[in-house]
Protein backbone atom coordinates (compact mmCIF):
# COMPACT_ATOMS: atom_id res chain seq x y z
CA UNK A 1 0.00 0.00 0.00
CA UNK A 2 2.53 2.65 1.18
CA UNK A 3 4.34 2.28 -2.53
CA UNK A 4 1.21 2.11 -4.28
CA UNK A 5 1.05 5.89 -2.22
CA UNK A 6 4.85 6.97 -3.03
CA UNK A 7 4.29 6.11 -6.76
CA UNK A 8 0.62 7.94 -7.09
CA UNK A 9 2.67 11.03 -5.50
CA UNK A 10 5.02 10.61 -8.79
CA UNK A 11 2.44 10.73 -11.17
CA UNK A 12 2.14 14.36 -11.05
CA UNK A 13 6.00 14.87 -11.91
CA UNK A 14 6.02 12.07 -14.60
CA UNK A 15 2.84 13.64 -16.34
CA UNK A 16 5.06 17.45 -15.97
CA UNK A 17 8.28 15.92 -17.28
CA UNK A 18 6.27 14.34 -20.20
CA UNK A 19 4.26 17.40 -21.46
CA UNK A 20 7.78 19.56 -21.36
CA UNK A 21 9.61 16.47 -23.50
CA UNK A 22 6.68 16.88 -26.37
CA UNK A 23 7.43 20.78 -25.84
CA UNK A 24 11.19 20.33 -26.34
CA UNK A 25 10.32 18.12 -29.16
CA UNK A 26 8.14 20.11 -31.00
CA UNK A 27 10.21 22.93 -30.17
CA UNK A 28 13.40 21.20 -31.99
CA UNK A 29 11.15 19.21 -34.83
CA UNK A 30 8.06 21.35 -34.86
CA UNK A 31 7.32 20.23 -38.67
CA UNK A 32 6.64 16.40 -36.99
CA UNK A 33 3.72 17.87 -35.46
CA UNK A 34 2.77 21.45 -37.89
CA UNK A 35 4.37 20.29 -40.92
CA UNK A 36 2.54 23.43 -42.13
CA UNK A 37 4.22 27.33 -42.73
CA UNK A 38 3.81 29.35 -39.94
CA UNK A 39 3.74 32.57 -42.05
CA UNK A 40 1.12 31.20 -44.99
CA UNK A 41 -1.64 33.64 -45.08
CA UNK A 42 -4.91 32.36 -46.44
CA UNK A 43 -7.50 35.99 -45.90
CA UNK A 44 -10.47 33.98 -47.43
CA UNK A 45 -10.09 31.43 -44.30
CA UNK A 46 -9.60 35.08 -41.69
CA UNK A 47 -11.17 34.33 -38.46
CA UNK A 48 -11.93 30.48 -38.89
CA UNK A 49 -13.25 29.00 -35.26
CA UNK A 50 -11.84 25.78 -34.33
CA UNK A 51 -12.27 23.04 -36.63
CA UNK A 52 -10.92 19.92 -38.38
CA UNK A 53 -9.46 21.48 -40.78
CA UNK A 54 -7.70 24.46 -38.44
CA UNK A 55 -8.07 22.71 -34.86
CA UNK A 56 -7.14 25.83 -33.12
CA UNK A 57 -8.60 28.01 -35.66
CA UNK A 58 -7.07 30.81 -37.85
CA UNK A 59 -6.28 34.70 -37.30
CA UNK A 60 -7.18 37.45 -39.47
CA UNK A 61 -5.12 37.02 -42.26
CA UNK A 62 -6.03 33.37 -42.08
CA UNK A 63 -3.11 31.74 -40.46
CA UNK A 64 -3.54 28.55 -39.26
CA UNK A 65 -3.20 28.99 -35.50
CA UNK A 66 -2.17 25.62 -34.62
CA UNK A 67 0.84 25.42 -37.11
CA UNK A 68 2.11 29.42 -35.32
CA UNK A 69 1.44 27.98 -31.61
CA UNK A 70 3.77 24.70 -32.40
CA UNK A 71 6.38 26.92 -34.16
CA UNK A 72 6.29 29.54 -31.49
CA UNK A 73 6.77 26.66 -29.57
CA UNK A 74 10.94 26.83 -29.91
CA UNK A 75 11.21 30.64 -29.79
CA UNK A 76 8.95 30.79 -26.55
CA UNK A 77 11.35 27.63 -24.85
CA UNK A 78 14.67 29.13 -26.50
CA UNK A 79 14.65 32.40 -25.03
CA UNK A 80 12.96 31.32 -21.18
CA UNK A 81 16.04 29.11 -21.48
CA UNK A 82 18.48 31.36 -22.49
CA UNK A 83 17.55 33.82 -19.72
CA UNK A 84 16.92 30.70 -16.80
CA UNK A 85 20.87 30.06 -17.82
CA UNK A 86 22.01 33.69 -17.54
CA UNK A 87 20.48 34.10 -14.21
CA UNK A 88 21.31 31.15 -12.91
CA UNK A 89 24.72 31.60 -14.24
CA UNK A 90 25.07 35.70 -12.73
CA UNK A 91 23.42 34.51 -9.43
CA UNK A 92 26.02 31.70 -8.96
CA UNK A 93 28.78 33.78 -9.41
CA UNK A 94 27.22 36.73 -6.76
CA UNK A 95 25.78 33.24 -5.00
CA UNK A 96 29.67 32.02 -4.00
CA UNK A 97 30.76 35.05 -3.51
CA UNK A 98 28.94 36.17 -0.42
CA UNK A 99 28.54 32.63 1.02
CA UNK A 100 32.30 32.22 0.62
CA UNK A 101 33.98 35.29 0.82
CA UNK A 102 35.21 37.76 4.22
CA UNK A 103 32.38 39.16 5.63
CA UNK A 104 33.14 42.85 4.10
CA UNK A 105 32.53 41.29 0.30
CA UNK A 106 29.44 39.20 1.67
CA UNK A 107 28.15 42.75 3.31
CA UNK A 108 28.74 44.25 -0.06
CA UNK A 109 27.62 41.51 -2.22
CA UNK A 110 24.09 41.24 -0.20
CA UNK A 111 23.22 44.94 -0.21
CA UNK A 112 23.73 45.20 -4.02
CA UNK A 113 21.21 41.74 -4.47
CA UNK A 114 18.63 43.49 -1.56
CA UNK A 115 18.64 46.37 -3.71
CA UNK A 116 17.80 44.73 -7.18
CA UNK A 117 15.25 42.86 -5.14
CA UNK A 118 13.55 45.94 -4.24
CA UNK A 119 12.44 46.62 -7.92
CA UNK A 120 9.14 43.80 -8.51
CA UNK A 121 11.14 40.97 -11.24
CA UNK A 122 9.11 42.39 -14.20
CA UNK A 123 9.63 45.97 -13.19
CA UNK A 124 13.53 45.76 -13.23
CA UNK A 125 13.11 43.39 -16.62
CA UNK A 126 11.45 46.64 -18.85
CA UNK A 127 14.18 48.80 -17.39
CA UNK A 128 17.20 46.70 -18.68
CA UNK A 129 15.28 46.58 -21.88
CA UNK A 130 15.31 50.29 -22.36
CA UNK A 131 18.82 50.25 -22.26
CA UNK A 132 19.36 46.83 -24.21
CA UNK A 133 16.65 47.38 -26.71
CA UNK A 134 13.66 45.22 -27.57
CA UNK A 135 14.14 42.00 -29.30
CA UNK A 136 14.87 38.20 -28.45
CA UNK A 137 18.38 38.91 -27.19
CA UNK A 138 17.27 42.18 -25.20
CA UNK A 139 14.54 40.22 -23.55
CA UNK A 140 17.04 37.40 -23.16
CA UNK A 141 19.11 39.29 -20.92
CA UNK A 142 16.18 41.52 -19.10
CA UNK A 143 14.73 38.74 -18.03
CA UNK A 144 17.79 36.93 -16.64
CA UNK A 145 19.60 39.72 -15.21
CA UNK A 146 15.82 40.10 -13.27
CA UNK A 147 15.58 36.77 -11.83
CA UNK A 148 19.02 36.85 -10.97
CA UNK A 149 18.91 38.62 -7.48
CA UNK A 150 16.30 36.43 -6.06
CA UNK A 151 18.65 32.79 -7.21
CA UNK A 152 21.52 34.62 -5.69
CA UNK A 153 19.79 35.28 -2.38
CA UNK A 154 18.28 31.32 -2.39
CA UNK A 155 22.37 29.97 -3.79
CA UNK A 156 24.68 31.90 -0.51
CA UNK A 157 22.24 30.56 1.54
CA UNK A 158 22.45 27.14 0.40
CA UNK A 159 26.46 27.58 0.17
CA UNK A 160 26.88 29.00 3.84
CA UNK A 161 24.66 26.09 5.17
CA UNK A 162 26.93 23.58 3.49
CA UNK A 163 30.02 25.16 4.46
CA UNK A 164 29.19 25.49 7.89
CA UNK A 165 28.16 21.68 8.14
CA UNK A 166 29.66 19.01 9.79
CA UNK A 167 31.36 17.33 7.01
CA UNK A 168 32.92 20.28 5.77
CA UNK A 169 34.23 21.17 9.50
CA UNK A 170 35.64 17.48 9.50
CA UNK A 171 37.30 18.11 5.98
CA UNK A 172 39.05 21.63 7.30
CA UNK A 173 40.07 19.41 10.84
CA UNK A 174 41.96 17.00 8.36
CA UNK A 175 43.59 19.46 6.40
CA UNK A 176 41.85 19.53 3.39
CA UNK A 177 42.63 22.48 1.15
CA UNK A 178 39.73 25.03 0.43
CA UNK A 179 39.58 24.33 -3.05
CA UNK A 180 39.48 20.55 -2.71
CA UNK A 181 36.71 21.51 0.14
CA UNK A 182 35.12 23.65 -2.88
CA UNK A 183 34.95 20.46 -5.42
CA UNK A 184 34.33 18.22 -3.64
CA UNK A 185 31.47 19.26 -1.11
CA UNK A 186 29.99 22.68 -1.62
CA UNK A 187 29.76 22.40 -5.37
CA UNK A 188 28.20 18.88 -5.47
CA UNK A 189 25.50 19.81 -2.91
CA UNK A 190 25.30 23.23 -4.54
CA UNK A 191 24.66 21.44 -7.83
CA UNK A 192 21.16 19.73 -6.98
CA UNK A 193 19.94 22.88 -5.49
CA UNK A 194 20.45 24.38 -8.57
CA UNK A 195 19.11 21.97 -10.76
CA UNK A 196 15.80 22.29 -8.69
CA UNK A 197 15.97 25.91 -8.96
CA UNK A 198 16.53 26.07 -12.87
CA UNK A 199 13.69 24.18 -13.22
CA UNK A 200 11.69 26.16 -10.97
CA UNK A 201 12.29 29.12 -12.72
CA UNK A 202 12.31 28.18 -16.15
CA UNK A 203 8.44 28.38 -16.06
CA UNK A 204 8.95 32.04 -14.58
CA UNK A 205 11.16 33.17 -17.63
CA UNK A 206 8.91 31.94 -20.28
CA UNK A 207 5.97 33.64 -19.03
CA UNK A 208 7.92 37.07 -18.40
CA UNK A 209 9.43 36.28 -22.04
CA UNK A 210 5.90 35.87 -23.01
CA UNK A 211 5.04 39.16 -21.07
CA UNK A 212 7.80 41.36 -22.51
CA UNK A 213 6.27 39.95 -26.44
CA UNK A 214 3.07 40.54 -24.95
CA UNK A 215 3.88 44.42 -24.89
CA UNK A 216 5.67 44.77 -28.66
CA UNK A 217 9.14 44.44 -26.65
CA UNK A 218 10.27 40.93 -27.09
CA UNK A 219 10.23 38.64 -30.72
CA UNK A 220 8.34 41.07 -32.90
CA UNK A 221 5.59 40.25 -35.55
CA UNK A 222 4.50 38.52 -37.91
CA UNK A 223 7.01 35.60 -36.10
CA UNK A 224 4.96 32.78 -34.50
CA UNK A 225 6.16 33.20 -30.49
CA UNK A 226 3.51 32.57 -27.66
CA UNK A 227 3.42 36.02 -26.59
CA UNK A 228 3.72 38.18 -29.73
CA UNK A 229 0.51 35.58 -30.85
CA UNK A 230 -1.35 36.76 -27.41
CA UNK A 231 -0.23 40.74 -28.75
CA UNK A 232 -2.05 39.84 -32.15
CA UNK A 233 -5.10 38.66 -30.03
CA UNK A 234 -5.52 40.67 -27.88
CA UNK A 235 -8.13 43.45 -29.59
CA UNK A 236 -9.89 39.92 -31.16
CA UNK A 237 -10.55 38.57 -27.35
CA UNK A 238 -14.25 39.12 -26.90
CA UNK A 239 -14.67 37.84 -30.42
CA UNK A 240 -12.43 35.76 -31.44
CA UNK A 241 -11.75 33.89 -28.27
CA UNK A 242 -9.47 31.28 -30.07
CA UNK A 243 -6.32 33.53 -31.07
CA UNK A 244 -5.60 34.37 -27.00
CA UNK A 245 -6.66 30.81 -25.67
CA UNK A 246 -4.41 28.70 -27.15
CA UNK A 247 -1.26 30.14 -27.15
CA UNK A 248 -2.04 31.11 -23.58
CA UNK A 249 -2.88 27.83 -22.61
CA UNK A 250 0.67 26.48 -23.84
CA UNK A 251 1.73 29.37 -21.55
CA UNK A 252 -0.19 28.12 -18.73
CA UNK A 253 0.75 24.16 -19.20
CA UNK A 254 4.79 24.93 -19.76
CA UNK A 255 4.80 26.97 -16.48
CA UNK A 256 3.21 24.51 -14.77
CA UNK A 257 4.58 21.60 -16.15
CA UNK A 258 8.08 23.08 -15.15
CA UNK A 259 6.97 24.03 -12.05
CA UNK A 260 5.41 20.89 -10.88
CA UNK A 261 8.54 19.41 -11.67
CA UNK A 262 11.03 21.84 -10.12
CA UNK A 263 9.33 20.98 -6.80
CA UNK A 264 9.54 17.18 -7.21
CA UNK A 265 13.32 18.00 -7.71
CA UNK A 266 13.28 19.88 -4.97
CA UNK A 267 11.34 17.44 -2.40
CA UNK A 268 13.84 15.22 -3.81
CA UNK A 269 16.97 17.57 -2.98
CA UNK A 270 15.78 17.60 0.63
CA UNK A 271 15.53 14.24 1.07
CA UNK A 272 19.21 13.64 -0.30
CA UNK A 273 20.30 16.40 1.92
Request: proline letters at 6%; aromatic letters at 8%; glycine letters at 14%.
Amino acid sequence: MSSLRRSARHIPQALAALVLLLLVIAAVFPGLFAPGDPLAINPADGFQPPNTTHPFGTDGSGRDLYTRVIHGTGPSLLIGLGATALGIGLATVLGFVAGLGPRWLDFGTSRVIEVMLAFPGLVLALLVMVISGPGAFGATVAVGLATAPGYARIIRGRVREIAGSGFVEAARVQGRGRMRILTRHILPGTARSLASLATLGLGQAIVWVCALSFLGLGVAPPAAEWGALLNDGRQFIATFWWLTFFPGLFIVLTAVSATVLGRGLAKTTRSVS
